[in-house]
């Protein structure tokens, strides 16, 4: 499947890509092109984390809900996502972490927007919650970043 490419490496030179993807691998023993990879910008500004989770927002037209999903059920150009048929949230949740794969039974719903991507699925539900409880859904999604105090006015 085309979602198992390697991704995220565009912004590194290739002798980097190459040394990324050998350390990868020795790590994870898994094949280059099953692995997904972003920047890690809340740990550490030039490293990389492999992505298995990510909190995203449906797009309008299905609801505009949040979801973690895993990375497999996300379309390469990450603008639609699979989502399995299952019912009971146990099932969802066993779907969830193993990483199943998908199949003709999965419906495609659009994708508004990726808040967080995360190799944790703790991690994730933490996020997942947050944005749940973020008032502004359209503001960005941040938990890390400061917030910037408004400066005073002085009357003269």
Same mark, same amino acid.
């Given at each position: 499947?085309?979602?198992?490419?390697?991704?995220?490496?565009?912004?590194?030179?290739?002798?980097?890509?190459?040394?990324?993807?050998?350390?990868?691998?020795?790590?994870?023993?898994?094949?280059?092109?099953?692995?997904?990879?972003?920047?890690?910008?809340?740990?550490? @500004?030039? !490293?990389?984390?492999? +992505?298995?989770?990510?909190?995203?927002?449906?797009? *309008?037209?299905?609801? #505009?809900?949040?979801? =973690?999903?895993?990375?497999?059920?996300?379309?390469?150009?990450?603008?639609?996502?699979?989502?399995?048929?299952?019912?009971?949230?146990?099932?969802?949740?066993?779907?969830?972490?193993?990483?199943?794969?998908?199949?003709? @039974?999965? !419906?495609?719903?659009? +994708?508004?927007?990726?808040?967080?991507?995360?190799? *944790?699925?703790?991690? #994730?539900?933490?996020? =997942?919650?947050?944005?749940?409880?973020?008032?502004?859904?359209?503001?960005?999604?941040?938990?890390?970043?400061?917030?910037?105090?408004?400066?005073?006015?002085?009357?003269?």
């Amino acid at each position: 499947m085309v979602a198992n490419k390697l991704f995220a490496l565009l912004l590194l030179e290739e002798e980097e890509q190459e040394e990324l993807a050998i350390a990868t691998v020795k790590v994870s023993n898994k094949p280059v092109n099953e692995l997904f990879f972003c920047r890690d910008a809340e740990e550490h @500004s030039n !490293s990389y984390i492999l +992505v298995m989770y990510l909190v995203i927002q449906f797009s *309008d037209e299905c609801g #505009g809900g949040l979801a =973690l999903i895993h990375r497999k059920w996300l379309t390469p150009r990450k603008r639609r996502v699979y989502w399995p048929p299952y019912k009971e949230l146990n099932t969802f949740n066993k779907s969830l972490k193993n990483g199943e794969e998908v199949n003709e @039974s999965w !419906s495609l719903y659009g +994708v508004k927007r990726i808040f967080y991507e995360t190799d *944790d699925l703790e991690k #994730g539900r933490r996020k =997942l919650k947050q944005a749940e409880n973020s008032s502004d859904l359209n503001s960005e999604f941040d938990e890390e970043a400061p917030r910037k105090s408004a400066s005073k006015k002085k009357i003269l």
